[in-house]
Nanobody, 114 residues
Framework: VQLVESGGGLVQAGGSLRLSCAAS????????MGWYRQAPGKQRELVAR???????NYLDSVKGRFTISRDNAKNTVYLQMNSLKPEDTAVYYC?????????WGQGTQVTVSS
């Protein structure tokens, strides 16, 4: 299973970005899909995830600003990020659980300038 992320970049505080993660390969059923992030010197943390039943949960600091969604026909998960803050700066990683295993994307850099 391969995960390809896109949509990261540099944005000013208050701006928006949309991350995408497309899964390909031997996929039977996509279960939980999520986004994690890791800032320099910090541990990787869960930002948002969505189950196969569309149940979602979010990191407290992004609630009301970020929205996770999925398109099962395209095997893709999205993260819409609005009202971005400098503290959102990190490498964002896609994570997908399928076929009983978890897979990680290569990461995409999100930088928010003040």
């Amino acid at each position: 299973v391969q995960l390809v992320e896109s949509g990261g970049g540099l944005v000013q505080a208050g701006g928006s970005l949309r991350l995408s993660c497309a899964a390909s390969g031997s996929i039977f059923t996509l279960n939980t899909m999520g986004w994690y992030r890791q800032a320099p010197g910090k541990q990787r943390e869960l930002v948002a995830r969505i189950t196969s039943g569309d149940y979602t949960n979010y990191l407290d600091s992004v609630k009301g600003r970020f929205t996770i969604s999925r398109d099962n026909a395209k095997n893709t998960v999205y993260l819409q990020m609005n009202s971005l803050k400098p503290e959102d700066t990190a490498v964002y990683y896609c994570n997908v659980i399928t076929n009983g295993y978890g897979y990680w994307g290569q990461g995409t850099q999100v930088t928010v300038s003040s």
